[in-house]
């Protein structure tokens, strides 16, 4: 586009009128007689996949179903916390103190697939090719009814990696921890203090920028599963 053409936009963009005056009262949030199914239906219509964990039965059918939809043997998962906070039954093998604390925590599920106890080990990083992990498994702060958002802290992975790079991305979501809105939501949370971010993430990663033909996978996981647990 030429220097004239560019000008002439923007004086043109100088003489439009006005635009409307910002509302001083802000819009009530909805509010849901049934926040969790709420949740579950606006979910599933951005594309996530949610599924019922809060039997250990359950829970092994939900992630037997994720590792057989990744062709995946393996699982990374955030930190051994996760186990503590959604009640999960887990060890760790004696090669677990091999990475130390500043590992990855890695799960193989080859013959007999997922089953509990998880067998888990802290592997270092030399001896895992993060990139290669098809699954990454991690636990929500909290989920949002009002638009089946997912709401992610960097502080309880340590990094971003987990939400964003393998394929398959599994969340853990606690029943109690579903907010009605995003009202109570940046209402409830002290922004900054604890991690360096917090990611809300509704749906599978999606773009439409080139030629506005959607693509699924582009800027993150291409499929997303919430385990209600």
Known sequence: MSR????SRLKDFQNREASEVLPEVVPEFPDFDDPLNTFKRQAEKAGTVVLDGQSDENFTAAMRRVLEDAGAVHLLWEKAAI?????????????????????????????????????????????????????SVASAETGIAETGTI????????????????PIHVVLLSPEDVLMNHREFFQSVDLGQHESARLLVTGPSRTADIEKTLIIGVHGPRKLFTILR
Not at 4 to 7: H, T
Request: glycine fraction near 6%; avoid cysteine; charged fraction near 25%.
């Open 4 to 7: 004239e053409a560019i000008l």
């Open 83 to 135: 186990f503590e906070k959604h009640k999960i039954p887990f060890e760790f093998s004696n090669r677990s103190q091999d990475g130390g604390e500043s590992g990855v925590l890695v799960s193989e599920h080859a013959e007999q697939g997922f089953q509990l106890p998880v067998q888990a080990e802290i592997r270092s990083l030399d001896q895992v090719d993060v990139p290669e992990v098809a699954v």
């Open 151 to 166: 709401v992610e802290s960097s502080a309880a992975a340590g990094s971003r990696i987990l939400s964003v790079l393998p």
